[in-house]
């Protein structure tokens, strides 16, 4: 079973920073898709960053400019570099990775923001 295993989650001030990691198994790293979606309570999840296996990324509207996607290819990471937090982000962030119809998701991250 393919497991995505995210790290970085926890509460910051508005105007803080995180970095979220999703570690993967090699053999998905290198052709998927890597994405990030979030889920705020009561609402529906929505697809923050992606980036492809060519290097192309991107962004929900909403994160433009203060969110930035990255890997590691040397360690089959993906990171999400968040700025400048607003308490609107706060939600659980996932780790998805997608490839035609296959997908896999991590357990989620827990992000809050408030002062």
């Known amino acids: 079973q393919v497991q995505l295993v995210e790290s970085g989650g926890g509460w910051v001030q508005p105007g803080g920073s995180l970095r979220l990691s999703c570690a993967a198994p090699?053999?998905?790293?290198?052709?998927?898709?890597m994405n990030w979606y979030r889920q705020a309570p009561g609402k529906q999840r929505e697809l923050v960053a992606a980036?492809?296996?060519?290097?192309?990324?991107n962004y929900a509207d909403s994160v433009k400019g203060r969110f930035t996607i990255s890997r590691d290819n040397a360690k089959n990471t993906v990171y999400l570099q968040m700025n400048s937090l607003k308490p609107e982000d706060t939600a659980i962030y996932y780790c998805?990775?997608?490839?035609?119809?296959?997908?896999?998701w991590g357990q989620g991250t827990q992000v809050t923001v408030s002062s």
């Open positions: 090699r053999t998905i790293f290198n052709i998927y898709t």
């Open positions: 980036l492809t296996s060519a290097g192309y990324t």
């Open positions: 998805n990775a997608v490839r035609d119809i296959t997908t896999y």
